[in-house]
């Protein structure tokens, strides 16, 4: 059963815990006596639960106490609240309150600290790929010590039968020259199960994040394509957690190291 204290907002509730501290109230409590602390309309609901606790043996001090912990427990429920951003791309409704997923890219590596991961299905080449990779290019060259590490699908076409190798060799070459226009170079990882010959044994790297510094995560439907940023529509949450940031970068570490995802050969 609920109880109706968890329909009074965060300062209705610090102002009854305050009430039964300082005794303003006296039992049994009777709705009039709330009218300066709860909505008028929940006056009568929470009254009975007050008396019904101190006929229960509660003290007022506990209740007071009581209270004040729900009314923390909603002040940080808002500040996790706000910590979630939905970011978006296509047309807007008028009053959404969405960011722009080519605005929170840019900002997310042009301020990049320690370190930058990211994960795309789909990366754009030549001058769209530049200008989407660029902020990133230009904070790894003003600081050396930033770690980059990418997470990317290497794909063969349908009844392709060249050998993986080659296919890797060709998808650096191709990196190199019409992606990434740094001079250097981040981590590049992909899963060797996406060049598989099986269509029943191979799968592919479809996840789409950015992780940055272990403080922010970045979901996002969005690949890393001009087409992905600017004009399809796509929709995704920025979520400034240490906690999930250092979980989803993890998840990827893991596979590293149990050699899921391996390192693509001369990147």
């Known amino acids: 059963m609920m109880t109706p204290f968890l329909s009074l907002s965060r300062p209705a509730l610090s102002g009854l815990a305050a009430a039964l501290e300082m005794?303003?109230?006296?039992?049994?409590?009777?709705?009039?006596s709330l009218a300066n602390y709860v909505p008028d309309e929940l006056g009568?609901?929470?009254a009975i639960e007050l008396n019904k606790l101190r006929q229960q043996g509660m003290s007022t001090a506990h209740m007071a106490y009581m209270l004040k912990l729900l009314a923390q427990e909603r002040a940080i429920s808002h500040q996790k609240q706000e910590q979630v951003d939905l970011v978006w791309t296509g047309p807007e409704s008028l009053g959404t309150e969405s960011r722009d997923t080519a605005v929170v890219a840019r900002e997310l590596f042009s301020s990049a600290r320690h370190s930058v991961l990211i994960s795309s299905f789909a990366i754009d080449q030549g001058a769209k790929g530049h200008e989407l990779f660029r902020p990133l290019v230009d904070r790894m060259n003003a600081n050396p010590q930033l770690s980059v590490?990418?997470?990317?699908?290497v794909k063969?076409?349908?009844n392709d039968k060249t050998p993986a190798s080659t296919l890797?060799?060709?998808?650096?070459e191709n990196f190199r020259k019409h992606v990434w226009i740094g001079?250097?170079?981040?981590?590049v990882f992909h899963d060797p199960r996406a060049l598989e010959l099986s269509t029943h044994t191979n799968a592919c790297l479809h996840a789409k994040c950015v992780v940055v510094d272990d403080e922010?995560?970045?979901i996002t439907s969005?690949?890393?394509t001009e087409a992905a940023h600017q004009r399809n529509i796509e929709a995704g949450v920025l979520i400034s957690n240490r906690v999930a940031a250092r979980a989803i970068r993890s998840q990827f570490e893991m596979l590293v190291t149990q050699k899921i995802l391996q390192k693509i050969p001369g990147l």
């Open 149 to 153: 590490r990418m997470f990317l699908n």
């Open 222 to 224: 969005a690949n890393f």
């Open 156 to 158: 063969r076409q349908y």
């Open 44 to 46: 009568a609901i929470i």
């Open 23 to 32: 005794e303003r109230l006296s039992f049994p409590v009777h709705p009039f």
């Open 183 to 187: 001079q250097r170079l981040p981590d």
């Open 216 to 218: 922010r995560v970045f």
């Open 168 to 172: 890797l060799r060709q998808f650096a």
